[in-house]
């Protein structure tokens, strides 16, 4: 059978490979034989989801932000101009620098962009300290530059670096903080804990979720009606205070994997109930279906039937809501962390970034902090773009 | 029916003792009693070792923090029923009971215009964009409301507090009236200044709401409108506007009833994200300060408030929708 099958495939490729030779008159035929020869290989159900998925614009856009910040918390060393680790309090506050083209102020030109250090002055009249350029000398912009050394995922040591100056200037494409860090190296840095945090929390919430959702409906009878009752006790739950309150009680002393690991923990334990819902509605329906009975009747154990049909069948809607849930964890931790409630220094987070805009003065006068807003935009947005294409797509047998 | 809404509310009244369960657990789980912390904060103030023990003492014996966990929980439910005591606040020198009455009301007014606000605009936009599938109005609203669900509320907060200050140079942000205002009557003038001064967290809180309520609604007319009796109907020859706004649009509100249940939480939280960054006297900021402080009775009588409000919400949505739609199965 397999011995015939695929001598099938590979007449039907070579028939294609035929078919890009242009030989006019042979064409015809082809097309018809190709229209009457049935398609022995049915599409994988991975298959139809990537069909359907690639159909809609938005989740390919969305999948792209997703990726693009992925890249950028991963690689944040290599994406930095200058070392993530340093401080330097003379650097402080400096705002996002322009790029320039072209003829420079000494009237020379530049084939690829360039940028002026900034320097610390006092205005004349009214005293207040302010960043300036310094036309005096234009540096340029070279990409794949050597510099500060780092250690690409903790392991290989590299000094290369996306984009850079030469030595005795500085690129800080959208400012520094107050330490004098560049903020556009550190908030690619801090998608590493608000990504991988929300994830952590999504995939503990989905084992609750699912392990409980899968029983509710599957055992029914009491099992279901006491885990029904506790999913709408925990949903009816005020959330955000609840978190807020959790997290506060992290002792400050606690190094910073325990206040990870918790944090993610607190997420957890309330962001599970749609997924027991839906997973519970699911199986309920399936439980009836002619392949569940068969396997039944076959003789297989429950946790067979749990594992090997029905976990398959319910995975699609447990990757939909992994989409759904991450942005929502990453609103809240981000809020969490910008009230000094949840992670803390050293580790460094969106919402950690944000703290310092807390202080209007410090708001008012470098307005640039503001810059992590833009990730956390692009990181939500991405998800729940992606998380409503990958709804349509999850159920490819449904006909609309 | 009666039966139905009866035991509703005998549903609730579980969840509000699994609520205060959780609350009470709360304000137990960090390390030392109440009368320690409070030790603790006197002397950080620069008390005498006396005089915070024998406070210490005086406030153990007085809540009864020396007596089995079970005893203390019901003393302390006792107390909220009976005499409306919450616990002591010791950064306030205050029964928590007595903060929550002066901050509740203004924390209420503005969470339920705002579910008011996000209802009718997020529900008139739904009924807009439905009949217009795909178009282009359609999609420019998917994705304005796709957007504003994914911002942080409080960093929309802090641009907003921003320009209030720094651009438009406004004073009094962190407060519910001007100066002018604070001590008089209710006034037409007061009204109008009191909406200057609260219009960011409507805004805000409102936003989200408007979204969710707008996919909520045209998801459900594009349903309903995909029904028989609407093809009846517009076979009939009424006009498209009398179609969707008398017959289909009543039959699909239902969903929207039962769906403002879930509502509130989301208004609550964005009323109590946007209150701490601007600094209102709601009961956010106050449930925050606590948290930071350590002020425990406050924090765990917050969440048990906040429990409350959603849970008579969702029992209103019921009960409402109940009576509206008489079609609802009651088993």
Redesign the interface.
């Known amino acids: 059978m397999s011995a015939e099958k695929s001598e099938i495939i590979a007449s039907g490729s070579s028939l294609q490979q035929e078919m890009d030779i242009p030989l006019g008159v042979a064409q015809p035929d082809i097309a018809v034989l190709r229209e009457v020869t049935p398609q022995f290989e049915n599409e994988s159900y991975s298959q139809l989801v990537w069909r359907r998925f690639r159909r809609s614009k938005v989740s390919i856009v969305g999948g792209f932000m997703v990726l693009t910040l992925v890249f950028l918390a991963i690689f944040a060393d290599f994406f930095s101009p200058t070392t993530l680790y340093g401080v330097d309090l003379k650097a402080s506050f400096i705002p996002p620098q322009q790029v320039h083209f072209f003829t420079d102020a000494n009237g020379q030109f530049h084939i690829g962009p360039y940028v002026y250090n900034m320097v610390y002055t006092l205005n004349p009249t009214t005293f207040q300290v302010m960043w300036v350029e310094d036309t005096k000398k234009a540096y340029d912009i070279h990409f794949f530059v050597l510099g500060s050394e780092y250690k690409v995922l903790g392991i290989i040591p590299m000094n290369l670096h996306f984009f850079g100056v030469a030595e005795g200037g500085a690129v800080h494409i959208l400012g520094t903080d107050k330490f004098g860090r560049d903020l556009w190296g550190k908030a690619s840095e801090a998608g590493r804990i608000s990504l991988t945090m929300s994830l952590f929390g999504t995939i503990i919430s989905i084992l609750i979720g699912s392990v409980l959702g899968v029983a509710s409906g599957y055992y029914g009878g009491w099992i279901d009606n006491v885990l029904q009752r506790f999913t709408?006790?925990v949903t009816?739950?005020?959330?955000?205070?609840?978190f807020?309150?959790?997290a506060?009680?992290i002792?400050k002393t606690a190094d910073s994997f325990t206040v990870f690991v918790l944090m993610a923990c607190i997420f957890a334990i309330l962001s599970w109930t749609t997924l027991a819902r839906e997973v519970r509605g699911k199986v309920l329906s399936l439980r009836e279906s002619d392949f569940i009975m068969a396997a039944k009747e076959m003789g297989a154990s429950d946790s067979r039937i749990i594992f090997r049909h029905l976990y398959p069948n319910v995975l699609s809607h447990i990757i939909v809501i992994l989409t759904l849930t991450v942005?929502a964890i990453i609103?809240t931790e981000?809020?969490l962390s910008?009230?000094?409630?949840g992670i803390t220094e050293p580790l460094i987070s969106w919402?950690l970034m944000?703290r310092n805009?807390?202080d209007?003065q410090t708001?008012?006068q470098n307005?640039w902090i503001?810059a992590p807003?833009a990730f956390?935009?692009i990181a939500?947005?991405g998800f729940?773009?992606l998380g409503?294409g990958l709804r349509d797509a999850a159920d490819p047998y449904a006909v609309k | 029916m009666v039966n139905y809404i009866f035991r509703r509310i005998v549903i609730a009244f579980f969840m509000l003792i699994g609520i205060g369960i959780v609350s009470f657990i709360v304000i137990q789980l960090p390390p030392g009693d109440y009368a320690s912390t409070y030790k603790g904060y006197l002397l950080a103030r620069g008390a005498t070792e006396q005089d915070a023990t024998r406070a210490e003492e005086l406030i153990r014996q007085q809540y009864g923090l020396d007596k089995p966990i079970v005893e203390q929980f019901i003393g302390w439910v006792k107390g909220i029923v009976t005499e409306g005591k919450f616990g002591y606040s010791f950064a306030y020198g205050k029964d928590v009971g007595v903060l929550i009455a002066e901050r509740i009301p203004m924390t209420l007014i503005i969470a339920i215009l705002a579910h008011a606000i996000s209802t009718v605009v997020g529900v008139g936009l739904g009924i807009y964009v439905a009949p217009r599938k795909y178009g282009i109005a359609d999609n420019v609203w998917a994705i304005i409301s796709f957007v504003l669900t994914s911002v942080p509320r409080f960093s929309l907060a802090i641009i907003i507090l921003y320009i209030l200050v720094i651009d438009l140079k406004q004073p009094s942000v962190s407060s519910f009236f001007s100066p002018q205002f604070v001590f008089a009557g209710w006034s037409f003038a007061k009204v109008v200044d009191m909406f200057q001064h609260i219009w960011p967290v409507l805004l805000i809180a409102g936003l989200g709401g408007v979204a969710r309520n707008m996919r909520v609604m045209r998801g459900n007319l594009l349903d309903v409108l995909g029904s028989q009796y609407v093809q009846t109907a517009r076979s009939k020859g009424l006009k498209e506007e009398t179609v969707i706004l008398k017959h289909a649009v009543p039959n699909a509100l239902h969903t929207i009833v039962a769906y403002q249940g879930t509502v509130l939480p989301y208004m609550l939280a964005g009323e109590l994200e946007v209150a701490i960054v601007l600094g209102l006297p709601t009961l956010g900021p106050l449930f925050y300060e606590a948290l930071v402080n350590g002020d425990i009775y406050i924090s765990g009588s917050l969440l048990l408030i906040y429990g409350v409000l959603i849970l008579v919400g969702n029992l209103l949505a019921d009960i409402f929708l109940s009576v509206l739609d008489p079609r609802i199965r009651y088993s």
């Open positions: 709408e006790f009816a739950f005020p959330s955000l205070p609840l807020m309150a959790l506060a009680l002792p942005p609103l981000s809020f910008f009230l000094g409630i919402g944000m805009t807390q209007i708001l008012g307005s503001l807003i956390m935009v939500v947005l729940n773009f409503d």
